[in-house]
């Protein structure tokens, strides 16, 4: 069966240090990757496309890889910030279908 | 960045009645316009995706009938939530993308209850 797993439900992190969430995808061939911020009651926010073909996206404190052998992406957010503190979805942007498809989301937590 | 206006934010509504949701993209034209549902602490729910002019492509379980979806321009689309029972309630989210592979602009939902 299709599915899109991000590693934790939620994650604890000190200020200052990286924090690095995981996204895994089974039976999907996305084209490309996104990655949102979702704040409580809001819609989410785009982050960070990546494409199949690309190792690796920077933005800032951000960065993005993309392993399309293992499936995954990982989320990496360095110098970490309590504001950075939200929920963050990976999504499948799919290749044959115009679709995007969301991961349940990783509610992260910046520790002061 | 691009602006995507959802209205209402919040809506309350008896059983057995009808409630439209409107999306609009309010400086670019949205090529395709996505319809999603999410339950507390959940994922977003893809239900369909929406071209101007065209029928919209449901996904797997979500009924046509029940969740009507007009797209009549490139910068409107609207969910109709027909006779509409306390399971339908949920936060609806739309979103818009000017072009396949690009970003999406998500509204700020709508919170439905039904009583």
């Known amino acids: 069966s299709q599915k899109i797993e991000q590693n934790s439900e939620a994650l604890n992190i000190q200020e200052g240090k990286t924090a690095t969430l995981t996204c895994n995808y089974t039976n999907y061939s996305p084209a490309y990757l996104q990655w949102y911020r979702q704040d409580p009651g809001r819609g989410p926010v785009f982050l960070l496309l990546i494409r199949e073909n690309e190792k690796e996206k920077r933005k800032e404190r951000l960065k993005v890889t993309f392993d399309t052998t293992l499936k995954q992406s990982l989320f990496h957010i360095t110098a970490s910030q309590p504001a950075d503190s939200a929920t963050y979805l990976c999504a499948l942007d799919m290749n044959r279908d115009d679709k995007i498809i969301f991961g349940k989301g990783t509610r992260l937590h910046i520790l002061p | 960045g691009a602006v995507v206006s959802q209205h209402p934010s919040w809506v309350i509504c008896k059983s057995g009645t009808s409630v439209k949701i409107e999306c609009r993209s309010l400086d670019f034209q949205a090529t395709t316009m996505f319809w999603y549902r999410q339950f507390p602490k959940q994922s977003l729910m893809l239900m369909a995706t929406?071209?101007?002019?065209?029928?919209?492509?449901?996904e797997q379980g979500v009924e046509k009938d029940k969740f009507l979806i007009n797209h009549a321009s490139l910068t409107l689309s609207t969910l109709t939530v027909t006779s509409a029972h306390p399971e339908d309630s949920s936060f609806y989210i739309c979103?818009?993308?000017?072009?396949?592979?690009?970003?999406?602009?998500f509204g700020q939902g709508t919170r439905l209850t039904v009583v």
């Open positions: 979103s818009a993308r000017r072009g396949r592979h690009t970003e999406a602009f």
């Open positions: 929406s071209n101007e002019g065209s029928k919209a492509t449901y």
